[in-house]
């Protein structure tokens, strides 16, 4: 399966904690992208990393591509209550015209 | 969510009765998707499509039926519906343009299928 696999399942921290967040993936990739879903509602795109890039930053998000290791992760600053959602990482891999999810982190902010 | 709109929103049905879920988009976008989210699964790929008439299966088409008569409009029937096939069901489209890149989603529909 080229599913990606998210760890942790579950993340609970303080408001205003950093969270990190990490996604592995097993054949290679054309971008990795990660998505934010509320609770009851559709995904949000939030950042896409292309297969040659190794950072890239979006307001408070940073993530991170390591190719070699077939792993990103994503950090999320000074997290807000708001913050408060499941985030999933999806893989654009060579070849395979569809997207893949991985299960996702479900990430709680304690205020 | 702005630009896709799905409907039902929720529906319940008894097993073997068709059922079609319609996703209506506002943007002229090429590129269409239909995925199911499963606890312990993540989001699956049923059908998609790259323009009208032009549709393709995903990793889990067996069951569904998807038609693209217009840019606007993509719609997924199961034929009989199946207890396996209750689940929470989005569209997609694709806002850059360019197949799996930044994918919007719709709001979802809940499916029952008793």
């Known amino acids: 399966s080229q599913q990606g696999e998210e760890d942790p399942q579950a993340l609970s921290i303080q408001e205003g904690e950093n969270a990190t967040m990490n996604c592995s993936y097993k054949t290679s990739i054309n971008n990795l992208q990660w998505y934010r879903q509320n609770s009851g509602r559709g995904l949000v795109h939030l950042i896409l990393?292309?297969?040659?890039?190794r950072e890239k930053h979006s307001g408070r998000l940073r993530v991170t591509l390591d190719t070699s290791k077939k792993s990103s992760s994503l950090l999320i600053t000074a997290s807000r209550a708001a913050d408060t959602a499941s985030y999933f990482c999806a893989t654009d891999h060579l070849g395979a015209q569809k997207l893949v999810f991985g299960q996702g982190t479900r990430l709680t902010i304690n205020p | 969510d702005a630009g896709i709109t799905q409907s039902p929103r929720h529906k319940v049905t008894e097993t073997g009765t068709p059922v079609t879920l319609r996703c209506h988009q506002t943007?002229?976008?090429?590129?269409m998707y239909w995925y199911r989210q499963d606890p312990g699964h993540g989001l699956r790929l049923i059908h998609y499509?790259?323009?009208?008439?032009?549709?393709d299966k995903g990793e889990v088409s067996d069951g569904y039926s998807v038609s693209r008569s217009k840019t606007e409009d993509f719609l997924l029937t199961l034929e009989s519906a199946t207890s396996s096939q209750t689940s929470v069901y989005f569209c997609?489209?694709?806002?850059?343009?360019?197949?799996?890149?930044?994918?919007?989603f719709g709001s979802g529909t809940q499916l029952s299928v008793l």
């Open positions: 997609a489209i694709s806002e850059s343009g360019v197949g799996y890149e930044k994918l919007f």
């Open positions: 990393i292309r297969s040659n890039e």
């Open positions: 499509s790259y323009g009208v008439k032009d549709t």
């Open positions: 943007e002229n976008h090429r590129y």
